[in-house]
């Protein structure tokens, strides 16, 4: 039998009395973490179909719609013409462009919702001129030695889309024209003065990268790769060239909802033009459309061969906006 040291346990006891109680620190509450693959209860759905687009998207027999031989050439040039395309995306971004002046976020996101709509109603112009007028603008702020505020924005933002529309349309935008839309708040010779800083300071590289550009690019390497994928092409399965397009009329929009925030400006414009392609194939799968087969699988495959990077926080970042819905200046001028 072994005995116990009494003694012993009694100090022991008196030592505990002794000794002040130690509160330990509580363990840190961990964040809320974000679902951005919850989809629902959004204040802006970007997801806008009309009646046929609507019947597209649930159809799943691919033999019911068929294309004309003029829709067959030009679904084949289009092909050609992604062949053509450069193997690499340019992963720009114009981070911090009004860092060093007094111009508000508010007065940016106003102009670039204005911008939008002028867009909208030139039926001429074509969609990658208003993309490519926020980059030159953002540009031209990030590397300009100007010291700019409020008042300049409207004519930095009239003349980067009167470039843009240079570049990119047939006719384009006349200076009157873009005068006339301002309210005549800036005069003709004001309006070329800015134009030539405007290139002096871009040295006149009016083609650089813009969201829809890098878009376009990957909307197009989507559905060349997945005929690929599903070894078949227009002429055999036109169903998926017609879901295809309702997804890049969806996507743009949302596209064009994200870009107009200055916090976007922080990402990549390959990780946004990424995100809103995703997130739009995974909301109009929880509206329960009919998409094809493995497309999510495809475009990862996409990412990955790319280098688009940090698409999970992009996500988090379009999942905040679309849970705040449009601004005041986004319900006046977007359109569908």
């Known amino acids: 039998m072994q005995f116990f040291d009494i003694t012993n346990l009694e100090k022991n006891s008196q030592n505990l009395k002794s000794k002040s109680i130690v509160q330990l620190p509580q363990s840190p509450k961990k964040k809320h973490q974000i679902n951005y693959l919850d989809m629902t209860n959004f204040k802006f759905d970007w997801i806008r179909l009309d009646e046929k687009e609507v019947e597209v998207m649930k159809e799943e027999s691919p033999n019911i719609y068929k294309f004309s031989l003029q829709e067959q050439f030009s679904w084949f040039q289009n092909q050609h013409t992604h062949i053509t395309y450069p193997q690499q995306i340019e992963h720009g971004n114009f981070i911090e462009s009004l860092m060093k002046h007094q111009i508000d976020e508010q007065k940016r996101h106003d102009l670039l919702c204005w911008m939008d709509h002028v867009m909208g109603n030139c039926k001429y112009a074509s969609i990658e001129t208003y993309f490519l007028a926020i980059s030159l603008l953002d540009k031209f702020l990030q590397q300009t030695t100007l010291k700019l505020s409020n008042s300049d924005m409207l004519v930095i933002g009239v003349s980067c889309l009167s470039l843009a529309s240079k570049y990119k349309d047939r006719p384009c935008l006349s200076s009157q024209e873009l005068i006339q839309l301002t309210c005549d ?145 986004q319900q006046k001028y977007f359109k569908d």
């Not at 929009?253 to 990402?267: A, E, G, P, W």
């Not at 699988?297 to 992009?314: G, H, M, P, Y």
């Open 185 to 329: 708040k800036m005069d003709e010779l004001r309006l070329v003065e800015w134009q030539f800083t405007i290139l002096n300071t871009l040295q006149h590289q009016v083609e650089i990268p813009n969201y829809f550009k890098i878009f376009d690019y990957i909307m197009r390497d989507l559905e060349y790769r997945y005929y690929k994928y599903i070894s078949s092409d227009v002429v055999q399965n036109s169903l998926v060239s017609r879901k295809f397009k309702a997804i890049y009329k969806c996507g743009l929009n949302l596209l064009k909802f994200v870009s107009q925030y200055y916090d976007t400006t922080i990402f990549h414009q390959s990780s946004i033009s990424y995100g809103t392609i995703f997130y739009t194939i995974k909301r109009m799968e929880l509206l329960q459309y009919s998409i094809p087969k493995d497309l999510i699988n495809v475009l990862k495959e996409i990412q990955l061969d790319q280098a688009i990077i940090n698409t999970e926080i992009v996500l988090k970042h379009i999942y905040r906006l679309c849970q705040n819905g449009m601004s005041s200046k």
